[in-house]
């Protein structure tokens, strides 16, 4: 009787496995099985807010193919490995591609489409030159106009040599956007390569190439460089064809790919412009915020650092640019659609990727900003460093720094600190953190092949402008603690604190030319003219507490932009 009973017991358990196998396939073939049970009429029932009436409805499950795909989910391609943008600490060690090349036919069909893009770009010279024309026009007088017309904005670089420049104009590096994956894409030999050099006018390339082209030893792009209003335009106008998300991070990001083979780096609005970071919140649990990301940006230009990456804002249909036109299976599975019948999706990361904190949209427009990605590590290796002056990112503990007083005398006895600009290069950073309101600067990175003679790059400022009511006073400690700024910075901050030159003036003017404007109410604007009044109060105290040639590095003399910071 026993052995009968067990008989059973193991038979029902072998049942209920088959069953949950079956389920799961049935599961997995679900959406094959709704693209071909889909008649004309069956993509309406999805959602018609997503589609105009003259569009093609699609549902759920369909997916655009070319020609040749075939059907369900397309076979991955490869993403194009000359551009990375990341903030991770590790993003200095390896570059890896998104997706895998579809087959040799549709490398070379896509070559073939990329020279064709290169040369309808020569017939096309006058739109690079008036591509901001759909930007916002600002009427009337221009303040930013007559400040980048001050001596302060017109400070020449030193002459550069091939040892200054990013990319060599006449050297065999390939730019092959289907290289992903493929080792040989450094062989003279491969002719299905897209070289800037040599093959064509560089006139004719894409802007995105233009500008990783255009980086040098002191900045990633030039201060007048018409190449940054068409990059811009071409962020928030570019068909978008393919949505990957970025793997790590604390919260969800989007790698958008374009027609161009351009791509950025896409956050989504989360917080609406009116809202602050709650107080009780940690500086390390706070949202991301697309509008910093923009402001950060346009903050970074009026300072002439010149270290922010392009980034501009773009509302972005959610169905037919992300969900329709992604390759990322774990993403498409969690759209859904709201009680209030809005498109949501929420995707993985650490925080906030969640039901309950989904991405909804209007009913399926969500704005976003967009940030141009860097060139890609393969070919432009970036070396990460911790920040001297990083947050503990701990609910009890404090960093050494909050508790020494002296410790600035250490780290300037510290490589790359003893040597170069790179201690005053923290000093800027501090400043420009601080006009912000951003504590979350744990990391930043170099291009390795100038070595410790370089300017710092400011990615990731998505936890800037979060608080306009509360200046928080531990981000200048820095620049407290050592004393120290270029004299070229504390000029431009003067000159930024009068009334002809009001930042916060600036700043409106400036992103009145973003197309999500306004990117920032006018509390946070006043905030900004507040806070730099204190910081210029830090560097009048230690002026007069040590003297102005012990506080103020001369950078303004022939020669001297990378000279080394004087002993103290």
Known sequence: MKMILFRKFRVLILMVFLIACTMHIMIDLLPKLERRAAGPSAGNSAC??????????????????????????????????????????????????????????????????????????????????????????????????????????????????????????????????????????????????????????????????????????????ARHSPIMDALLNDLVTQRITSVAMKSGGTQLKLIMTFQNYGQALFKPMKQTREQETPPDFFYFSDFERHNAEIAAFHLDRILDFRRVPPVAGRLVNMTKEIRDV?????????????????????????????????????????????????????????????????????????????????????????????????????????????????MDRHHYETFEKFGNDTFIIHLDNGRGFGKHSHDEASILVPLSQCCRVKKSTHLRLQLLAREEFKLSTLMAESLLRDRLTPVLIQPHLEAMDRRLRLVLKVLSDCIEKEGYTAVVEDDLEAGSTHTAPRDR
């Open 48 to 221: 018609s807010c997503s589609h105009r009436p003259s569009e093609e409805p699609q549902s759920w499950g369909k997916q655009r193919l070319r020609p040749g795909a075939e059907s369900g989910w397309p076979n991955k391609h490869t993403l194009r490995i000359l551009q990375d943008f990341s903030n991770e600490p590790s993003s200095n060690l390896t570059s890896h591609s998104l997706e895998k090349i579809t087959g040799p036919g549709d490398k070379t069909e896509t070559f073939k489409r990329l020279e064709q893009y290169a040369r309808n770009e020569e017939s096309k010279k006058h739109f690079i030159h008036n591509a901001g024309a759909e930007s916002v026009p600002v009427q009337g007088f221009s303040r930013l106009s007559s400040l980048f017309e001050q001596p302060l904005y017109k400070i020449p670089l030193p002459s550069l040599t091939d040892e200054d420049t990013l990319f060599n104009v006449n050297t065999d590096i390939r730019f092959n956007p289907k290289a992903a994956e493929e080792q040989e894409w450094q062989n003279e030999g491969h002719k299905e390569e897209f070289s800037p050099t040599g093959e064509s006018s560089v006139d004719t390339y894409p802007n995105w190439l233009r500008f990783h082209i255009g980086i040098n030893r002191y900045e990633l792009y």
């Open 326 to 438: 992604t390759r990322d299976k774990k993403l498409w599975k969690t759209f859904f659609i709201s009680p209030a019948n809005n498109i949501c999706f929420y995707g993985e990361c650490s925080y906030y990727c969640s039901t309950e904190h989904a991405l909804c949209g209007k009913p399926d427009q969500i704005e976003g900003s967009l940030a141009a990605f860097l060139p890609d590590l393969a070919l432009a290796k970036r070396k990460t460093w911790r920040n001297p002056w990083r947050r503990s990112y701990h609910k009890r503990k404090k960093a050494e720094w909050e508790v020494d007083p002296d410790y600035c005398e250490e780290v300037k006895q510290t490589p790359p600190y003893d040597s170069g600009t790179r201690l005053l290069d923290i000093m800027d950073m501090t400043i420009f953190d601080f006009l912000m309101g951003n």
